[in-house]
């Protein structure tokens, strides 16, 4: 916007460097040109204010397809005047001496043009595609010949224009039938995500399968290796009860040889002892045989009294001097000769 500055007969006119302004007074160009700054008399002057920086106009286009559905289209073009003298002679940008203001909306006509411009190559593109192809393709082809159909305008040249940019934001259908639409392709994505829940599913259960044949498996082997090792105890335990009987048959068989050798020659020292004890009581027969009776009826006496129990009291009367002194006095008969006895040698510790 041009910044003007009022003074007693006389304005001061002071432009951007995006905006071209062009001076005339009485039908003659005074100035013209970019970022101009300059004095003029109000009541002779005509100005005019063109911009030459890049403008974006927002479009909105509703067509129908070829299937008569009704299609939302959001573009937004961008343009710049490329000759600003031919676009002043073909659109109002006058500006208002006092005050700098367009004395019109230039802007708007240029948007309201652009606007019928895309209309036309956009309701042609979608009356020739059914609904879902044009959903379906998307943006791309439609911004191609939006842009190629704008390039190629005799009016935006005719008014000074020239198109730099075109995009189209969406192509968008009634949101009914949008969702309509959508319905494939969701039941599409559902039927994945549940073929890949049935999958992950199905390979739970088999590695939980292969998890239980596994502990099968090591059941299976625990269960073997605990039959070798109940077979190698029963081994050992045969083999210790071989050994064992095998020792204690040595040591009975040792004992008993220990033992007959033990009864063997206790039975030689009986044998010994006896024949000695035999000897020595035949010789001491042989010995009583040359004493007479009454030596014989002492030494009995004798022995008799070394073998009787202790006598406290001996009490004798005539009943038992008597016979015995009766005796002594009888003389003595002649002793007969007396056989040498032959000793009997018995079993170990025999008898005499």
Do not use: C
């Amino acid at each position: 916007m041009a910044h003007i500055t009022k003074y007693p007969f006389l304005s001061h006119l002071r432009s951007d460097a995006t905006v071209h302004v062009q001076h005339w007074r009485n039908g003659h160009p005074r100035h013209a040109g970019r970022g101009l700054a300059f004095w003029f008399r109000p009541r002779a002057a005509a100005l005019a204010e063109v911009p030459l920086d890049d403008r974006e106009q927002t479009v909105l286009v509703h067509a129908r397809t070829v299937d008569f559905q009704d299609v939302t289209v959001q573009a937004t073009v961008t343009y710049r005047v490329t000759d600003p003298v031919l676009a002043a002679t073909r659109i109002d940008f006058d500006i208002a001496p006092e005050t700098g203001q367009w004395r019109s909306e230039p802007l708007e006509v240029l948007g309201g043009l652009l606007v019928e411009l895309v209309q036309q190559p956009v309701l042609e593109h979608l009356a020739a595609r059914a609904m879902a192809d044009a959903l379906a393709q998307g943006v791309g082809p439609l911004r191609d010949r939006v842009a190629a159909v704008l390039a190629d305008d005799p009016r935006l040249t005719e008014r000074g224009l020239a198109m730099t940019d075109v995009r189209v934001v969406a192509v968008r259908a009634d949101p009914e039938m949008e969702r309509a639409l959508q319905t494939g392709t969701r039941e599409q994505v559902q039927q994945e995500a549940d073929r890949a829940t049935y999958e992950r599913r199905a390979l739970a259960v088999e590695r939980e399968r292969a998890i239980g044949e596994n502990e099968l498996q090591s059941q299976i082997e625990l269960a073997r290796r605990e039959e070798e090792l109940v077979a190698q105890r029963g081994a050992n335990a045969r083999r210790q009860a071989t050994e064992k009987a095998a020792a204690d048959r040595i040591a009975t068989e040792s004992a008993a040889e220990q033992r007959r050798v033990s009864a063997a020659a206790s039975a030689d020292a009986t044998r010994l002892t006896g024949r000695a004890e035999g000897e020595a009581e035949a010789a001491r027969l042989a010995a009583y045989a040359d004493l007479d009776h009454t030596t014989l009826l002492g030494l009995s006496l004798r022995e008799l009294a070394a073998n009787l129990p202790e006598i406290s009291h001996l009490t004798v009367t005539p009943d038992l001097l008597t016979p015995l002194l009766a005796r002594l006095a009888e003389p003595a008969p002649t002793p007969a000769p007396v056989p040498t006895p032959t000793p009997a040698v018995g079993p170990a510790g025999g008898d005499r």
